[in-house]
């Protein structure tokens, strides 16, 4: 007797859920939890498989206006499932990932526009990088059009992203050759440093140096510094370079060479990291290098750090520079070393007159292996030398 009553309450309390939860949707463009929107799909799958034709297309119609998150949870069923469920879900998949992306993507190209970028994948990061600004709408385009699979990939299934992503950057490593008679594949490069900029993007392996094989190649350095989306390259270029965890020694030099403040962010960051290897060395040339006066208080911090960053241990000091007199094999360069050449570069003290006969560099201001000593006298004098000078 209960039984019939039993179903009927259950059943309009799915409803209540269903309905509770569509609401929500509508009015937030998603659901409001994770576990909804999981039970609400999990109900319109279960349709699927109803006897009743019309119960079928209301799911399917239902299905199709899913949100990204849930395509994943639809791959998993449609893997599972058999009969017309499976059937259907096979059907369903390729028109919700074309109605989410291809069609929204094809949409923005045609007319750029806030309101459809604000459908795709990582405007919200694009934006707050680069603006909003029409070259950077059309620059938008460009990079989702370059690679839309990796896209697509971190709109409906992120978990697999790092994979693709590494594989993807290891073909474009290979095209970063420096090869000034073939084409850059700037949208592409633009592409994975978006995409490897952004902190929720795992990178594995080798990724990180894939995508900072760019920054060798000068093609990119004239596309940033004289392209048409100069501006917008050059902004993703430095979110990429500020990326925690990546080697610090290409974004360091990139950042010499094009004075991108965020060379100072990866400088300070190191340099508080009492690092030993030779990223110490470019972080304290690169504050120097981009006149960073604000730092020489830290940098002066490091005026008795005696950790030897030249040359690194295994490695035998050789002269290579032709004309030069050899170096001594007691000559190293120390941290104090580097920070005594900088401190007297950001005030405005010729390394010659504290007694370090430095070589200019373009990049790195000074070569590296002529800002060191052979002995405890010549240090000792170089930096009474600065104190005095910088005293006066």
């Known amino acids: 007797m209960y039984g019939p009553v039993i179903h009927l309450l259950t059943a309009i309390t799915v409803a209540i859920i269903m309905a509770a939860s569509s609401r929500a949707q509508d009015e937030n463009g998603d659901a409001t939890t994770p576990a909804t929107t999981e039970f609400q799909v999990k109900a319109m799958i ?10 079928r ?20 069923a449609a893997a599972s499932s058999t009969g017309e469920t499976q059937s259907r879900l096979r059907m369903i998949l390729p028109q919700l990932r074309k109605r989410l992306f291809d069609d929204q993507l094809a949409a923005f190209l045609a007319q750029p526009s806030i309101e459809i970028a604000e459908r795709l994948p990582q405007w919200d990061h694009f934006e707050s990088i680069s603006g909003h600004d029409d070259d950077s709408l059309n620059s938008f385009g460009q990079i989702l059009a370059a690679e839309p699979r990796l896209f697509s990939t971190r709109l409906f299934a992120p978990h697999e992203l790092p994979t693709l992503l590494e594989s993807r950057t290891a073909e474009l490593a290979k095209e970063c050759n420096g090869r000034l008679d073939e084409k ?9 440093m978006l995409l490897g900029s952004e902190s929720d993007t795992r990178l594995i392996r080798a990724t990180s140096t894939n995508i900072s094989s760019a920054l060798d190649d000068p093609r990119f350095s004239n596309l940033i510094t004289d392209g048409v989306h ?26 010499m060479q094009h004075n991108l403040a965020s060379g100072r962010i990866v400088a300070l960051r190191i340099i508080k990291s ?3 290897r030779p990223d110490m060395i470019l972080s304290l040339l690169c504050l120097a290098k981009l006149n960073s006066t604000e730092d020489l208080p830290l940098i002066e911090t490091l005026l008795d750090n005696e950790t030897i960053l030249w040359p690194q241990r295994g490695q035998v000091v050789k002269n290579q520079v032709p004309g030069e007199p050899p170096l001594d094999t007691n000559y190293k360069v120390q941290a104090r070393d580097v920070a005594l050449v900088a401190a007297a570069y950001l005030r405005d003290i010729p390394p010659d007159d504290i007694g370090i006969h430095a070589r200019t560099s373009d990049v790195t201001l000074f070569a590296v292996d002529s ?15 600065y104190r005095r000078l910088a005293a006066e």
């Open 230 to 255: 100069a501006k917008t390259l050059r902004a993703i270029a430095e979110a990429w370079i500020v990326r925690k965890g990546i080697a610090a020694e290409r974004p360091l030099l990139f950042s």
């Open 274 to 276: 009492k690092s030993r």
């Open 184 to 192: 850059f594949p700037i949208a592409s490069v633009a592409a994975v």
């Open 371 to 385: 800002i060191g000593f052979s002995n405890k006298e010549a240090r000792s004098k170089a930096l009474a030398a």
């Open 57 to 76: 297309q209301q799911a399917t119609e239902d299905l199709l206006e899913l949100a990204p998150k849930s395509v994943t949870l639809l791959e998993t």
């Open 46 to 55: 279960e349709k699927l498989a109803s006897p009743s034709f019309s119960d």
